[in-house]
């Protein structure tokens, strides 16, 4: 089955801690992006890649920080500088920057 | 930047009712997503849709890019079409990030 897959689903942290959120994909697309939604709000931009080894600062990117080394994988840390690190994260990709983009399921993280 | 505005932000709906769900945006596009966010949080794909109309069962589409909007139609409802529904439009720049709506947060009673 082609899709994009995220784990773990629930993710608990103590303050302080840095965390990786995992985003695989076997659709074989080339971007890949990292979203943020807090209860009742839309969706925000935090990092996306156009291409393996490249990726560009989304709207709120202070805090976290990503690699792009496989084509398939996209991971998210979310550091200890991240000021308010509980919400819902997707990860989502496309064959190109600009097409139809596929949700995983997302990451509940929640920090206390 | 391009400005991506829904109508209504809620709806509340008998099932069985229809209802229609309006998506405004500021600029030309090239192209436009629907989507449907069910209480899980999963993003489910409903409708990618640059201009004209589709349509998928009970649900169809069709978005006006002259007029700068888009319209999501939904038939008969179904308490399983409860969740918040989504448009998104590409930004004219070039990386084509997406530009999201806050959404509709539509309920369907039994």
């Known amino acids: 089955d082609g899709g994009i897959t995220q784990s773990p689903k629930y993710l608990f942290r103590k303050e302080g801690q840095n965390v990786t959120l995992s985003c695989e994909q076997n659709l074989n697309h080339d971007a890949m992006y990292w979203y943020r939604q807090d209860p009742g709000q839309g969706l925000r931009l935090i990092y996306y890649?156009?291409?393996?080894?490249?990726?560009q600062k989304g709207d709120i990117a202070e805090g976290y920080s990503v690699s792009r080394e496989k084509k398939e994988s996209f991971p998210l840390t979310v550091t200890s500088a991240q000021k308010n690190p509980t919400a819902f994260y997707l990860c989502?990709?496309?064959?190109?920057?600009?097409?139809?983009?596929?949700f995983g399921p997302g990451t509940r993280l929640t920090v206390t | 930047g391009i400005q991506v505005e829904q109508s209504p932000p809620d709806l509340i709906l008998q099932e069985g009712a229809n209802s229609t769900l309006r998506c405004n945006f500021s600029d030309s596009v090239n192209n436009l997503q629907w989507f449907h966010q069910n209480p899980w949080g999963q993003l489910i794909n409903l409708f990618y849709i640059p201009s004209g109309t589709k349509q998928n069962g009970r649900l169809s589409a069709t978005t006006v890019a002259t007029e700068r909007y888009s319209l999501l139609y939904i038939s008969s409802s179904q308490t399983t079409d409860s969740g918040v529904y989504f448009c998104a439009v590409p930004n004219a720049g070039n990386n084509r990030k997406l530009i999201w709506g806050l959404g509709t947060s539509l309920a369907v009673n039994p």
């Open positions: 890649s156009q291409i393996v080894n490249d990726f």
């Open positions: 989502a990709s496309s064959r190109d920057r600009g097409d139809e983009q596929y």
